[in-house]
């Protein structure tokens, strides 16, 4: 059985399947990413923050737009890197205006827009598709808490101050309306791969 199934996969390809259907990816509304496939109410919220241009980063430059979040900080020595190449692959990869990464910085107090746009440079990260994003310590945790379900909430008993960010590998897919749809460990490029693909398909709109 197990061979058949393979031999049925590798063989789709080439009898014309097409990608699944926006509708074919769930939605995700609370931390533990249960998928749910009627839709959800759950949006990303609104925040005002500043990219890596200085210029203002607020959640209206996301409307009608699919985006993929992530949070790291320009220091990072242990996941940000996996993190950031891996995001240059989704960025050569999809050419849309309508599809930008937006990396949220955990360390906006020693994240400046100078230090996030010299971050960049070095990294080859295009700054109209690519946002490195900084402000409000407050604003960001939240967003990363309870918009993004970005922070691990399994190790919060570690934390001396619960108010702290748990870092992590995740990269979560938006679409166009605010809604989540995919979550991705962002250190496999398999996962990667499933990026790509699910927001080209949120992108078309098929």
Not at 32 to 56: C, E, I, M, Y
Not at 107 to 117: E, G, I, V, W
Not at 160 to 174: C, P, W, Y
Request: aromatic share 8%; proline share 6%; glycine share 6%.
């Amino acid at each position: 059985m197990t061979r058949f199934l393979v031999i049925l996969l590798a063989l789709l390809p080439a009898a014309g399947c097409s990608r699944p259907s926006a509708s074919a990816l769930p939605y995700y509304e609370s931390s533990d990413f249960t998928p749910k496939w009627n839709g959800s109410a759950h949006r990303v919220g609104a925040f005002q923050l500043t990219s890596q241009t200085g210029a203002p980063f607020t959640d209206r430059d996301l409307a009608g737009r699919v985006h993929v979040a992530s949070f790291i900080y320009t220091r990072c020595s242990a996941i940000c890197p996996a993190l950031v190449s891996h995001l240059k692959r989704v960025q050569a990869a999809i050419d849309d205006p309508n599809v930008v990464i937006v990396s949220y910085s955990v360390t906006p107090d020693l994240d400046p827009p100078a230090a996030l746009a010299a971050f960049g440079r070095e990294r080859g990260i295009d700054p109209a598709r690519w946002k490195l994003v900084t402000g409000d310590r407050d604003q960001i945790y939240a967003l990363a808490r309870d918009t993004y379900f970005a922070s691990d909430e399994r190790l919060r008993a570690t934390l001396a101050d619960e108010r702290e960010f748990l870092h992590t590998e995740k990269l979560v897919l938006v679409d166009r309306r605010g809604k989540l749809r995919g979550v991705y460990d962002g250190t496999q490029p398999f996962e990667i791969d499933h990026l790509i693909e699910d927001a080209r398909t949120l992108a078309d709109g098929t």
